[in-house]
């Protein structure tokens, strides 16, 4: 079984910066794609970004150039840098973990972003 455990959330002013890690755990082996995403209220649940095991990285339209995703393998850990946050970016952040042909979700963490 694999267990996915997020952290990091919380209440942000705009233009400020935030970094949300993941912690992957359990029978595995190295994860393929790590990827985080997320879901607004009343929205559906939409790709941030996301990253392969070589670490080759993908990002949704709206974050690109603001968020950063980077993966450690050895810990088998994603972490997510989120710069100029802007109320827009207000969700739950949901950490994704594909190992071999499953995927594996966190329970997300609460991502604030108000003045």
């Known amino acids: 079984q694999v267990q996915v455990v997020e952290s990091g959330g919380g209440l942000v002013q705009p233009g400020e910066s935030l970094r949300l890690s993941c912690v992957a755990s359990g029978t595995i082996f190295s994860p393929n794609a790590m990827a985080w995403y997320r879901q607004a209220p009343g929205k559906q649940r939409e790709l941030v970004a996301d990253?392969?095991?070589?670490?080759?990285?993908n990002y949704g339209g709206s974050v690109k150039g603001r968020f950063t995703i980077s993966r450690d393998n050895a810990k088998n850990t994603v972490h997510l840098q989120m710069n100029t946050l802007k109320p827009e970016d207000t969700a739950v952040y949901y950490c994704n973990v594909k190992v071999g042909a499953y995927y594996y979700w966190g329970q997300g963490t609460q991502v604030t972003v108000s003045s």
């Open positions: 990253i392969t095991s070589g670490g080759r990285t």
